[in-house]
């Protein structure tokens, strides 16, 4: 718990240090405890030391973690949700980040009016160009967000993407400030598109330009619990 603590004093101030750097307020920032192959007794000591938001890739593991519910905890799935998998993702998260599918959209959509139930989502642009990571071209990003039908039970609350993986965090400054103009323009061209304020980039290695770059989310994992343990299930 000491150690635990100690992180999260770290990365809040790197934080805070980022946004005054920017000119902005640190509170404009959330901090994703991105919780991936920890364990429930790390996540419960994160919950007691005052995290609320919390990322997990696998539905599965998100499930073991954070059912039943919580007041006040929130659980985003960030990694790509296989389409057999959404049903159960909407029943254990309040967001999903990972979006990049018209099909996909309206099975969420159908399975959240089924549940009588209102779920955020943010939709993954590939702003890196790597082959290895998922989520709409940066060529296709625009068009395809535009042409979406109005939505019903989802929230479209903006973007998330990836840096990056160079080892320079600098590397990654063109790619958040591709998706601060995306967001932007999304944000003012249609009404659909009124929540449609979120940014989730920036992770350890690079947070600090994504805030420079506008980031409301930073993900943080490795430097909040230490190393991760072994996946508890797929």
Request: net charge positive.
């Given at each position: ?50 995290a609320?938001?919390?990322g ?6 998100a ?15 960030i ?71 109005e ?20 590397d ?29 980039m ?33």
């Open positions: 718990m000491e150690k635990l603590l100690t992180n999260k004093q770290a990365i809040l101030g790197r934080i805070a240090k980022a946004c005054e750097l920017a000119g902005r307020s640190p509170s404009s920032v959330r901090l994703i405890w991105v919780s991936k192959t920890q364990s429930v007794s790390a996540v419960e000591a994160a919950i007691a030391l005052g609320r938001d919390f997990e890739n696998r539905v599965q593991e499930l073991e973690k954070f059912l039943p519910q919580r007041e006040g905890i929130s659980c985003r799935i990694g790509p949700v296989q389409k057999n998998k959404l049903r159960k993702a909407v029943q254990v998260a309040q967001a999903i980040d990972s979006v990049a599918d018209l099909e996909s959209m309206l099975k969420l959509e159908a399975l959240c009016e089924e549940a009588d139930k209102n779920l955020e989502v943010l939709f993954q642009v590939n702003a890196s160009e790597e082959d290895t990571k998922s989520g709409l071209s940066m060529q296709e990003a625009f068009n395809f967000l535009t042409s979406l039908p939505p019903k039970r989802l929230i479209y609350k903006g973007l998330m993407t990836i840096g990056k993986n160079t080892g320079k965090p600098e990654s400054r063109v790619c958040f400030a591709f998706l601060r103009d995306l967001r932007d323009g999304i944000f003012n061209s249609q009404p659909k598109f009124k929540h449609f304020t979120e940014l989730s920036g992770m350890t290695d690079d947070l600090e330009i994504a805030i420079a770059e506008g980031a409301t989310m930073v993900r943080v994992g490795t430097a909040l619990f230490g190393s991760r343990i072994a996946i508890l299930s797929t």
